[in-house]
């Protein structure tokens, strides 16, 4: 009988994660192949990303909503608020995978405030989706208290997890690279972009 050891495991969890992502990226979802050739459309006019590659357009578009579109991280029929919500990703791709969904996007710049109007009513979301102009200094947010709160890149973590406590009893809270903030994380999930690696993190507090 073969007494050694068992050998750990070398796998590392990021690596299926990120696999997973690639698998509903190439080919596209049809309804997020819509939205791609929307944000593809406009930002041939106005600077909606930075994205300058279709595949650059997809990591920015679609990774973090494919990792969202978890029970774990957002329950069925969860009403969530985008704070920040520039060119409406994850939250647009989301709603789109998940049709139990509601939302409420708030953005301050107007231009992205037109094309947000333009995808909900292109991508028959008028019903689950509603975009707010403004700021999130502007409270009331009308619609609060939401189940769920979630900010991309809009503030620093620990910040946006304080402000976050007016909206919502859980948040979601993102991060590229550093570490995630300290709070009762009820889930998480580490991973990297499909095409450039980059890393990625993300986490659900009770707030």
Do not use: Q
């Given at each position: ?5 068992p050998r750990e495991s070398t796998a590392n ?195």
């Open positions: 009988m073969d007494e050694r050891e969890p990021s690596e299926g994660k990120t696999s997973c992502i690639r698998a509903r990226l190439d080919p596209l979802e049809p309804g997020w192949g819509r939205y791609d050739a929307l944000v593809a459309t406009w930002g041939a006019r106005i600077d909606l990303t930075g994205a300058r590659t279709a595949r650059a357009r997809a990591e920015i578009l679609f990774a973090d909503a494919v990792v969202l579109d978890d029970p774990a991280l957002v329950p069925p029929g969860t009403r969530l608020i985008d704070v920040g919500a520039g060119v409406g990703a994850p939250t647009i791709p989301l709603l789109l995978a998940r049709p139990d969904l509601s939302a409420t996007l708030l953005e301050p710049r107007r231009r992205r405030v037109a094309f947000l109007r333009t995808a909900v009513g292109s991508l028959d979301l008028v019903g689950r989706c509603r975009v707010i102009e403004g700021r999130l200094e502007d409270a009331p947010i009308e619609g609060a208290p939401f189940d769920l709160a979630l900010s991309r890149a809009t503030f620093a973590p620990e910040e946006w997890l304080r402000r976050a406590r007016a909206l919502a009893p859980r948040a979601i809270a993102m991060v590229a690279g550093d570490p995630l903030p300290d709070g009762e994380r009820l889930a998480e999930r580490h991973y990297r972009t499909p095409y450039s690696g980059a890393p990625r993190a993300l986490a659900l507090y009770a707030l």
